[in-house]
């Protein structure tokens, strides 16, 4: 059996989606930007994946940008609107446990004169809004924080964060890396609050290689790529045509009978952490019940590297992960466990398991089967 819970990282493509693109690549491959039959044809996707998608977040089609996926996005935003505000202010905020596109992104904005907070966390993963009061100041000119956290599923408050920063008096913009929100929950950017917000299309069972920054038609934000000028001047470059059909049908799948794929996954997700209590020397990492994101559950295993126990799981056909995909290149301890307390001997015996609409009882039975079978042997070598 193969049991697939590493949605997190990514998902299996729909296969609608993946039909779409090929039938684009293949038949209608012209440039939207030609002025003949093929180059209409291409840019016909494109509009229809662009009015569905507004549709979607109940937004403006001309507030709708396509990258390269998430990392793109939260550059753009960031690093646009940095540059673009520096007038007003050269103070930025963030969480400590953002994902790496956005920290790795602050620091480089530190590097060139903008001064960072990192807010800290609960032990649950969440940003107190007390905290977040606290650092806002005169030069504050933006505010990233992320909707679900990659590796521990928690839930930030982003209603009551947007509603701070409009108490302010004056605009602070709000970024949202929503990576791993939509697609798992309603968003409504402007009912919201939410000046910006970035998705990736393998996150929902669209294509790798193509994303969406939703910006604020009011908001101020300068390119970071120069060329042609397509996509109104802020992302130049040759639309991604098949990419974007895909992730447009993915979007349109994927809200089908939407509260019924929400509440199946979070029965997933209740039943497995209820099980995995159960297998000795266990702890569930962040939010609890429906606290948390519907698809993400983080375990530590004590006594057992997670590297060891991954692989072991592989072994079974079992996929998982021991952190942030976008962070495997580089192990190193979870920057998100320590946040939120984990004691130091598991930081480095955690694993997360991630489920999407494809993933069964049945498959979460077979993988608990397997470490209550695995993780006493494990730990019996690892004693020796």
């Keep these: 059996m193969e049991v697939y819970l590493d949605n997190s990282a990514t998902s299996r493509c729909f296969s609608g989606a993946a039909k779409l693109m090929y039938e684009i690549m293949t038949e209608h491959y012209g440039n939207p930007s030609s002025l003949h039959r093929k180059g209409v044809e291409a840019e016909n996707y494109l509009r229809e994946a662009t009015r569905l998608i507004a549709r979607n977040l109940k937004v403006e089609e001309k507030e709708i940008f396509f990258t390269s996926g998430g990392t793109e996005s939260d550059n753009l935003a960031l690093i646009g609107c940095a540059h673009a505000n520096r007038r007003a202010g050269n103070h930025l905020i963030t969480t400590c446990i953002e994902h790496p596109a956005v920290l790795n992104t602050m620091k480089e904005l530190e590097s060139q004169g903008f001064r960072v907070t990192y807010l800290p966390v609960d032990e649950t993963g969440v940003v107190r809004l007390s905290d977040l009061e606290e650092a806002l100041c005169d030069e504050t000119i933006l505010v990233s ?35 791993q929100a939509y697609g798992k929950y309603h968003i409504y950017p402007k009912k919201q609050g939410i000046d910006l917000l970035s998705v990736s299309g393998h996150k929902i069972h669209g294509p790798k290689g193509i994303g969406l920054l939703y910006v604020d038609a009011q908001v101020k934000i300068h390119p970071i790529l120069f060329g042609g000028g397509q ?154």
């Design 231 to 384: 996509q109104r001047d802020l992302r130049s470059g040759t639309e991604n045509v098949p990419g974007i059909a895909g992730l447009g049908e993915a979007v349109r799948e994927i809200y089908t009978d939407f509260a019924g794929k929400q509440e199946q996954l979070y029965e997933l997700r209740e039943y497995f952490i209820a099980e995995i209590r159960n297998i000795e020397g266990t702890t569930v990492n962040g939010p609890q019940g429906r606290e948390g994101a519907p698809h993400i559950v983080s375990v530590s295993f004590a006594g057992v590297r997670s590297e060891v126990l991954l692989h072991a799981l592989e072994e079974k056909g079992i996929y998982v992960s021991s952190g942030s995909a976008c962070s495997s290149n580089h192990p190193a301890v979870s920057g998100v466990l320590k946040a939120i307390g984990v004691k130091r001997e598991l930081l480095d015996s955690t694993l997360r398991f991630s489920f999407s609409e494809f993933t069964t009882k049945e498959e979460l039975d077979y993988c608990l089967e397997a470490l209550r079978e695995l993780l006493p042997a494990l730990r019996r070598f690892t004693r020796r």
């Design 145 to 179: 924080v992320m909707y679900v956290n990659n590796e521990i599923g928690s839930l930030q408050p982003i209603e009551e964060i947007a509603a701070l920063l409009k108490k302010q008096g004056r605009k602070i913009l709000f970024h949202v890396d929503a990576v």
